[in-house]
């Protein structure tokens, strides 16, 4: 069985061509366009990783994170962070899960693919 995987990204566009390619790789998907659908999201399935956009409406990628970590049972998901830009001053995100940090401008159907393998593999290490 693949993993599950929750998409936050709140372009729907983009949102839709992650959950396309991953599905196509035999990934279990949903999606959710901001913080709090998430929220509801994971309240109702726990996923294996998260794929997490930095900028959301209404909360960032790190509330979210800060979020993730404030509850024990969501602690230990692993998170890809996707983003169209990283701030200067971007902290090691580690300790909130983040396992890879990759610019949406970088990814295509096989680079995500092979991104979410990593995180898989560290997260079963």
């Given at each position: 069985?693949?993993?599950?995987?929750?998409?936050?990204?709140?372009?729907?566009?983009?949102?839709?061509?992650?959950?396309?390619?991953?599905?196509?790789?035999?990934?279990?998907?949903?999606?959710?366009?901001?913080?709090?659908?998430?929220?509801?999201?994971?309240?109702?399935?726990?996923?294996?990783?998260?794929?997490?956009?930095?900028?959301?409406?209404?909360?960032n990628g790190?509330?979210?994170?800060?979020?993730?970590?404030?509850?024990?049972?969501?602690?230990?998901?692993?998170?890809?962070?996707?983003?169209?830009?990283?701030?200067?001053?971007?902290?090691?995100?580690?300790?909130?899960?983040?396992?890879?940090?990759?610019?949406?401008?970088?990814?295509?159907?096989?680079?995500?693919?092979?991104?979410?393998?990593?995180?898989?593999?560290y997260a079963?290490?």
């Open positions: 069985m693949m993993a599950s995987i929750l998409i936050i990204e709140d372009d729907p566009w983009l949102a839709d061509c992650y959950r396309v390619w991953l599905a196509a790789a035999g990934y279990a998907v949903r999606t959710v366009g901001d913080a709090q659908a998430a929220l509801d999201a994971l309240d109702a399935v726990r996923p294996d990783v998260i794929l997490l956009d930095m900028f959301l409406p209404h909360a790190v509330q979210v994170l800060h979020t993730l970590q404030s509850y024990e049972d969501w602690a230990d998901i692993p998170v890809l962070l996707c983003s169209s830009s990283f701030p200067d001053n971007m902290p090691d995100l580690t300790a909130y899960g983040v396992r890879r940090v990759v610019a949406k401008s970088d990814l295509s159907p096989s680079r995500l693919q092979d991104e979410l393998k990593e995180v898989l593999l079963a290490l």
